[in-house]
Nanobody, 120 residues
Framework: QVQLVESGGGLVQAGGSLRLSCVAS????????MGWYRQAPGKQREKVAA???????YYADSVKGRFTISRDNAKKTVNLQMNSLKPEDTALYYC??????????????WGQGTQVTVSS
């Protein structure tokens, strides 16, 4: 049974930083491409970053240069370091597996997500 558990969200002022973590179970984590998604109220869920099993990364233009995705295969964890946060980064953030870093389709049931709120 696949389980994805996100944590690390919170309330932060614009310009601040947060580090999100996602622990995965029930999947062959080290070979899976993993991604971070977000969904703001009234908007569709969007992919913001992804990392392949070999460490190749992808970033959406909106977060490039501010967010950094990383993974720890031994801990089955994927992280998202978010710097220079903006109010428009406010959303519920999720992780999931993908077939490739450029794929738009998630592979597993969604976790509960972690809320990020950036105040201006």
């Amino acid at each position: 049974q696949v389980q994805l558990v996100e944590s690390g969200g919170g309330l932060v002022q614009a310009g601040g930083s947060l580090r999100l973590s996602c622990v995965a179970s029930g999947i062959s984590f080290s070979i899976n491409t993993m991604g971070w998604y977000r969904q703001a109220p009234g908007k569709q869920r969007e992919k913001v970053a992804a990392i392949s099993g070999g460490g190749i990364t992808y970033y959406a233009d909106s977060v490039k240069g501010r967010f950094t995705i990383s993974r720890d295969n031994a801990k089955k964890t994927v992280n998202l370091q978010m710097n220079s946060l903006k109010p428009e980064d406010t959303a519920l953030y999720y992780c999931n597996g993908l077939t490739s870093i450029y794929s738009a389709f998630s592979l597993h049931p969604w976790g509960q997500g972690t809320q990020v709120t950036v105040s201006s």
